[in-house]
């Protein structure tokens, strides 16, 4: 299979970055080490390629209908220049992606942004298009994921130095709001968002001057590695290994994130999550530390004391912050309250373990 390059792959390469596959993507994963890259973003700033998530704009008389019944969110709820996190349902409310949704300017061609997760935007073009051609409404639905470059600014000083190279105010964006603003003097998409957990900003770069917005911030250069442990420090979910619609499918009360539900609106899967609101799940989405020496890793048992296998760890790895173990994955309920003793199975063994609140931050 060819794997689809962000823009600046070349350059990134020149830089020493070494490469994996995600979502179909050849991504850098590690510039300097996942340690010092991880150290920056928790305690000054890096910047992050990920040009691999999915761009798709909603436009037209009846954008705002087809968002709503696609996403499980409200989406009335957003003003001009408003985000909020969502999610992509099937029929039986389980997930197919999470999502942001941005709501743009009045004077864009398009009303709605939203980020598919890689290797998901042209599956959910073709979910978009097809249900606006079945319920018959008047909307533009267009990919142009491969037009942009899409950078991540995070860190306590991302403010600071997103600042100094903006063309315009940045720092009066709150959280989750967004708006145009030129670095290098080209416009683009800026929003208040991120997925490390720290302050910052994502950028959407048009792809001619993705070189120029890139090389413009001072700071460490970030791959998918420190974008991992960062993220499994807050808890938050990774696509494809956290929930997967075909190999572990699960629907947002099981996930930890039924708050993106919003079951007063109408979108598909509603139905189906109104049972499982009302009936609670079997399992949980839940965070684990290890109290024995080893690291978890997705694929491996949670068992009881006894060893009886109850579950699985979905993310696993060495918090470089707390310098321990820790881990993501779903349990019975009954075993979901924070400090329940269990047990993971590290390459065959045994290990002790409990459950812990997440983020592990502020554990």
Known sequence: MTLRKPPLRDVHAGEGATFTEFGGWDMPVEFDSIKAEHAAVREEAGIFDVSHMGQIQVGGPDARELMQKLT???????????????????????????????????????????????GHDEQMHR???????????DATVENVTDEYAMYAVQGPDAPDLVADVADGSV??????????????????????????????????VPVEAAQAVWESFDCQPCGLGA????????????????????????????????????????????????????????????GIKLVDRG??????????????????????TMSPTLNEPIALGYVPSEYADAGTVVRVMVRGQSKKAKIANTPFLSD
Not at 248 to 275: H, I, M, S
Request: hydrophobic content about 30%.
């Open 72 to 118: 499980s969110n409200d989406v009335t709820e957003l003003g001009r220049g408003d985000s909020h996190y969502s999610m992509i349902t099937d029929e039986e409310g389980t997930i197919l992606d999470d999502t942001v949704v941005y709501r743009l300017p009045d004077d864009e061609d398009a009303e709605y942004l939203f980020v598919p997760n890689a």
């Open 127 to 137: 979910r978009w298009t097809d249900h606006r051609d079945e319920w018959d409404l």
């Open 171 to 204: 720092t009066d964006l709150s959280k989750f709001d967004g708006k145009y603003v030129e670095f290098d003097g080209v416009s683009c998409w800026t929003a208040r968002t991120g997925y490390t957990g720290e302050d910052g900003f994502e950028i959407i």
């Open 227 to 286: 974008r991992d442990t960062l993220r499994m420090e807050m808890g938050f979910l990774l696509s494809g290994q956290d929930f997967d619609a075909d190999e572990d499918p699960r629907n947002p009360y099981e996930a930890g994130v039924g708050w993106t539900v919003k079951l007063d609106t109408e979108f598909v899967g509603r139905d189906a999550l109104e049972g499982v609101d009302a009936e609670g799940t079997d399992e949980e989405f839940v």
């Open 295 to 316: 690291v978890a890793r997705h694929g491996y048992d949670v068992t009881d004391t006894d060893d009886h296998v109850i579950g699985e760890v979905t993310s696993g």
